[in-house]
């Protein structure tokens, strides 16, 4: 019965870290995340070393519609504090500022979300889903549809989308699969309007007033960030978003 039990204790031990390592075994039988592991990885490891990013690392991305730019995060395992590592430019944009309402309007959300699908094999070279619409997008809507597919990927296209190139989605790509098998099962995805600066938001204001409730929501999460270097805890509670 003790070797029974010992050998239980064992599994419960090592299992989350197994699956943790299939992950990303699994990803790469796919030809293209081998590809971008081939491309990139040795060039983004000595980025990171160059970062003070050593060994397992957690990943935030922050997305910022006017500005057309993907900041990307990352935690080191010993320390508290988020550090900037990379900013991409989005390659075509579609849609005003804004969130999006309703299937087909073209636009790019504007909320708080996480990565929830790793596609290999996706139209878009390879894409990270988002797992729009969350419950205050479902309430935004109303009796429309509110839309989904959405996704960070490859290619120059997009209907709402956050499109990087080819070249950009392998190195986003990669670090998200290195983040996910390392134990991050949440990887954080901020969609921003723009900068959320007070300036930038009276600025954006006076074309958009509709947004004012909205928009200030918002600007508490970017604030949060920006004071403590850590993507806050987001609670949605009914029409607002809460931090934590």
Request: charged share 25%; aromatic share 14%.
């Amino acid at each position: 019965m003790k070797a029974y039990l010992k050998l239980i204790l064992l599994f419960s031990i090592t299992s989350p870290a197994f699956a943790q390592s299939e992950f990303k075994t699994k990803q790469l039988s796919f030809t293209r995340v081998k590809t971008a592991y081939s491309e990139k990885w040795n060039a983004l490891q000595k980025e990171l070393t160059q970062a003070g990013i050593k060994g397992p690392f957690k990943l935030y991305l922050s997305a910022y519609k006017s500005e057309g730019k993907l900041e990307l995060w990352l935690q080191s395992e010993k320390e508290k504090a988020y550090k900037l590592f990379k900013t991409y430019n989005f390659c075509a944009h579609s849609g005003v500022l804004g969130p999006k309402i309703k299937e087909g309007d073209l636009q790019t959300p504007e909320g708080f979300y996480n990565i929830n699908v790793f596609n290999p094999e996706s139209n878009f070279h390879l894409s990270l889903g988002v797992n729009y619409p969350n419950e205050i997008d479902r309430q935004r809507s109303r009796l429309e549809k509110p839309g989904g597919d959405i996704y960070i990927h490859g290619n120059c296209v997009t209907v709402g989308c956050i499109p990087l190139t080819d070249e950009k989605i392998k190195e986003v790509y990669v670090l998200a699969v290195e983040a996910r098998n390392a134990g991050q099962l949440q990887i954080p995805v901020h969609i921003f309007p723009f900068k959320m600066s007070h300036k930038n938001l009276n600025k954006y204001l006076v074309q958009f007033p509709a947004q004012k409730a909205f928009w200030k929501n918002l600007q508490q999460g970017y604030a949060y960030l920006e004071r403590h270097n850590v993507p806050p805890n987001v609670v949605m509670q009914k029409d607002k978003y809460l931090y934590k």
